[in-house]
């Protein structure tokens, strides 16, 4: 009889990659604030759904960790269970909806209808070939039909299981240009010829933005946003281009960004908090030995700091009670240092310059969907408009989640 797959070989399987997606409670269990604590916050109901988060169960270990993170609804808090708690996500949690799986990428439409017909046939195509349910061909069908001017009715289709990140993160790039164009996401901008716009679907090599439309002799670039505040940073790298004021580029907050740009995940934090603070907490010494014990391709974050001389002011500040603190604990402290330290004063005030100036010299503009679980109802909205921008808020995070993830470099974020 074949063994039962649990713990992190189910992980692996069935979870891994697989962001958004929406997961069934299989028994009733506790949940908790995060993957060490014994507290209990509360506990799964069975039958309900919950919504799988890949970038807080990345922990999971055979033998140790078992837990996985999930939320109850896009805009709630994070939690954990064992995955073992959980029925096997659907089928559906593997289907790729970037636009490149529809064939539309790397090509020009000369108008929306065009590119209307593409994706629905596209879609059609697959649920031909049984990619996905019928449930799922139903309703990326009116989310197409939506964005194209309907009012997109979602009653009696059955939304279990259905890969909610993948939708919102790739989905929202393919159905994006219909919006635009025909659901009023750029109607106050003035464009000319808007409705007989043309759509360019770049390579997903190009990094800046994720389709353009091109009307009345100009050409407007869109990079999609999900809704859902994971991952939608715009990253240091693609901003410090395109800044050409000399004020600006005197500031802490440039000087920071370029940190955050030329260095690793793992030096980048530590250097920005040392400028922010001016070595009062991190001294040079302590900088020394991160390039020696953690920077290194073979040290990992969970590797202690052995010789704690050096950190002795950020550790009594910020570790007062702490037997041990490893070089991973610190660096995500740096970075959540820099994330508070960035929504006030004057590093605030010149970062909203610095953003304002590259979404004006780039003439970016993003457009971010969200998604209402588990209704499936879909809405539109606008940062930027292409031309002159004031920015409103902007701060600075990753989306590293725990001290031993290294996997995101600090950006812009623009959520809120």
């Not at 039958?47 to 270990?61: A, K, M, N, P």
Request: charged content about 20%.
């Amino acid at each position: 009889m074949a063994g039962r797959t649990s713990g992190k070989s189910a992980w692996e399987k069935y979870y891994k990659n697989k962001d958004g997606i929406s997961v069934v409670v299989k028994k009733s269990a506790p949940y908790y604030a995060n993957e060490t604590t014994s507290k209990v916050e509360g506990n799964l109901q069975v039958s309900t759904s919950v919504i799988y988060r890949d970038i807080f169960s990345q922990h999971i270990s055979r033998g140790g960790n078992t837990k996985i993170g999930f939320q109850f609804n896009e805009n709630g808090s994070v939690y954990y269970s064992p995955v073992d708690n959980f029925k096997k996500p659907g089928r559906e949690s593997g289907i790729d909806l970037k636009p490149e799986s529809f064939g539309i990428e790397n090509e020009t439409f000369n108008s929306s209808y065009n590119y209307y017909q593409r994706v629905i046939n596209a879609i059609a195509d697959r649920w031909a070939t049984s990619d996905y349910s019928g449930e799922l061909y139903d309703y990326l069908m009116e989310l197409v039909a939506y964005a194209n001017g309907g009012s997109g009715d979602y009653t009696g289709i059955k939304k279990e299981g259905f890969p909610w990140g993948d939708i919102q993160s790739y989905f929202a790039e393919v159905i994006g240009p219909l919006a635009c164009i025909n659901k009023g996401v750029l109607s106050d901008l003035g464009i000319t010829n808007l409705p007989n716009a043309k759509i360019f679907m770049p390579p997903s090599s190009v990094p800046l933005y994720d389709y353009k439309l091109i009307a009345g002799g100009q050409e407007y670039l869109i990079s999609a946003k999900s809704g859902k505040g994971v991952t939608n940073q715009v990253k240091p790298q693609f901003v410090i281009p395109y800044i050409e004021s000399a004020d600006l580029k005197s500031t802490n907050a440039y000087k920071l960004l370029q940190i955050l740009a030329d260095y690793s995940i793992k030096t980048g934090a530590f250097l920005g908090w040392q400028l922010l603070q001016n070595t009062v907490e991190l001294t040079p010494a302590a900088i020394a030995d991160v390039a020696v014990n953690y920077e290194p391709r073979n040290k990992k974050s969970s590797d202690e700091i052995i010789n704690v001389e050096p950190w002795l002011p950020f550790l009594r500040k910020y570790f007062p009670n702490a037997k041990t603190v490893t070089y991973g604990q610190v660096r995500y402290k740096c970075e959540t240092l820099i994330k508070t330290a960035s929504t006030t004063g004057i590093l605030h005030t010149n970062l909203k310059k610095i953003f304002e100036e590259f979404l004006n010299k780039s003439r970016i503009i993003y457009v971010k969907m969200s998604i209402s679980i588990p209704d499936g109802r879909i809405r539109f909205t606008r940062i930027g408009d292409g031309g002159v921008k004031k920015v409103n808020y902007v701060e600075l995070r990753s989306s590293n989640d725990s001290q031993n993830r290294t996997s995101d470099r600090i950006g812009f974020d623009m959520v809120r």
